[in-house]
Nanobody
Framework: QVQLMESGGGLVQAGGSLRLSCTAS????????MGWYRQAPGKERELVAV???????NYGDSVTGRFTASRDNAKNVVHLQMNNLKPEDTAVYYC?????????????????????WGTGTLVTVAS
């Protein structure tokens, strides 16, 4: 009932910047948090940045100070501005949305309380 579409991935040199975007579509009213996770080969998926519906953002330790997430609730869009990219940032970046607004119309949904994921966009940082 909710679809997430990422864009903006690609190849960039170390020290450069990229801006990722994710747009949620479908029945988006019940989305609480939106943000980004990433997964590099051989590693677990890890938190990058998640923006709560009140605007507070939780960043992963490895990206704090370099990445900035921003959210446009009206447009159901979350961005990830990535600066000073490092080769270790190379990963597939997945958009995330949490179906968790505490209202009756949301709580009764079959998908309430579980995350949605985008299909991922590859970010490659060349040394």
């Amino acid at each position: 009932q909710v679809q997430l579409m990422e864009s903006g991935g690609g190849l960039v040199q170390a020290g450069g910047s990229l801006r990722l975007s994710c747009t949620a579509s479908g029945d988006t009213f019940c989305i609480s948090a939106m943000g980004w996770y990433r997964q590099a080969p051989g590693k677990e998926r890890e938190l990058v940045a998640v923006v709560n519906n009140n605007g507070n953002t939780n960043y992963g330790d490895s990206v704090t100070g370099r990445f900035t997430a921003s959210r446009d609730n009206a447009k159901n869009v979350v961005h990830l501005q990535m600066n000073n990219l490092k080769p270790e940032d190379t990963a597939v970046y997945y958009c995330y949305a949490d179906m968790a607004i505490v209202q009756t119309r949301c709580v009764i949904r079959e998908d309430y309380g579980r995350p949605y994921w985008g299909t991922g966009t590859l970010v490659t940082v060349a040394s």
